[in-house]
């Protein structure tokens, strides 16, 4: 879209607007790379050195991520642990051929269930803590964790990294994580031993992540377009035929659709049949791209309102087959409880009828 480009950077453009905008998209590095390839020609210098200095501030903690990997991923590989980096430096280097051109807040791993106390103790090795002391969690409180969420959360204060441990994906069951490690694929990158997602299934984990936050993120779609764009038809089909078994029918017919207005990249014709396109998808894809289009404020005016039950409903349209019980604990479970409610194994049954005290608590009583 070279000319399109070339003709919006000619005209009489907001560039404090489009300067906040590539910031808030996430895509800053993106918008520096396509700029600095044409010259910054017609780019006022005010906008051209924030962009800059946001570049340079993201290429340091992306590089500082890279480090973080490579000392993580040998520490693993030494200790036997399969890990698949998703999402932030390593998509970056797919996509970019550069870790640093993508932003991403922290590092996402994925390792097995089984693996998650051996990697626990690794990354306390590592110079990490876990944000709310899993280590001091007893045995219940660990194993409910484990088989209720999804993730833990580290930081290393000293190089200011934050790293999130998943071993599953948000509502994912156990049969669709293991289909996850089935498909991926040994690699190499950084001189450690890395496994990698499948192309199918990296669009839809990427695509299930977007949705889940609502689409409010430029960059999460970005990362599907450059991934969907050179794509092939026999892909394509092999990507319909596994959004079934995932139960990502409707939130891939919504990125396909997002990616058709904001990229105009459109799937095969033969893709086209395939595709669901009930009012359920019609509604929620409306939703998401007034999502990306809404401004910081209504974002947040926006979550603030999609939380418990309304959020769960949400899903629920678009994942229908995710029993409810599952959508509630996801939503009514957290870390945190754990954290500052103790209490020993032998009274853990009572975590169960508090449950909605602790939601409530977190939601609107703090306010």
Avoid at 127 to 146: E, V
Avoid at 167 to 177: A, I, M
Avoid at 318 to 345: M, N, Q, W, Y
Wanted: proline share 4%.
């Amino acid at each position: 879209q070279r000319e399109t480009v070339e003709t919006l950077v000619n005209s009489e453009l907001n560039w404090d607007e489009v300067v906040s905008l590539a910031v808030r998209h996430g895509v800053v590095g993106q918008f520096c790379k396509v700029m600095g390839a044409r010259g910054w020609t017609n780019v006022p210098i005010v906008a051209k050195e924030q962009l800059k200095s946001y570049r340079m501030v993201q290429t340091g903690s992306a590089l500082m991520q890279v480090s973080e990997l490579t000392k993580i991923g040998r520490l693993f590989a030494e200790a036997g642990i399969s890990l698949i980096p998703l999402k932030g430096v390593s998509l970056s280097q797919c996509l970019y051929q550069d870790p640093c051109t993508r932003s991403s807040c922290d590092l996402d791993l994925l390792v097995k269930p089984e693996d998650v106390d051996k990697a626990e103790r690794i990354m306390v090795q590592a110079g990490y803590r876990h944000a709310l002391g899993f280590h001091n969690m007893s045995r219940k409180q660990k194993h409910h964790m484990i088989s209720t969420l999804h993730d833990h959360g580290y930081i290393n204060d000293a190089r200011g990294v934050h790293v999130e441990l998943h071993w599953r994906s948000y509502l994912w069951t156990k049969e669709q994580v293991a289909a996850l490690w089935d498909t991926s694929t040994s690699s190499t990158w950084l001189d450690i031993g890395l496994m990698e997602l499948a192309t199918e299934e990296n669009i839809l984990y990427l695509a299930d992540h977007g949705a889940q936050h609502g689409w409010p993120c430029l960059k999460w779609l970005s990362d599907i377009a450059m991934i969907a764009e050179n794509m092939s038809e026999e892909r394509w089909h092999s990507l319909i035929s596994k959004t079934q078994f995932y139960d990502l029918q409707r939130i891939f017919c919504q990125t396909v659709a997002l990616l058709e207005w904001f990229y105009e990249i459109e799937p095969p014709t033969s893709v086209k049949k395939f595709l669901v396109r009930d009012s359920v998808v019609q509604k929620h894809s409306e939703y998401a791209a007034s999502m990306l289009l809404a401004s910081k404020d209504e974002i947040a005016s926006r979550q603030k309102r999609f939380i418990g039950p309304r959020q769960a409903l949400q899903i629920k349209q678009l994942k229908p087959l995710t029993p409810l019980s599952a959508l509630l604990r996801g939503i009514i479970v957290a870390h945190v409880d754990f954290v500052e409610f103790p209490l020993p194994d032998y009274l853990f049954w009572l975590y169960i009828p508090i449950r909605p005290y602790f939601w409530l608590r977190r939601h609107y009583l703090r306010r």
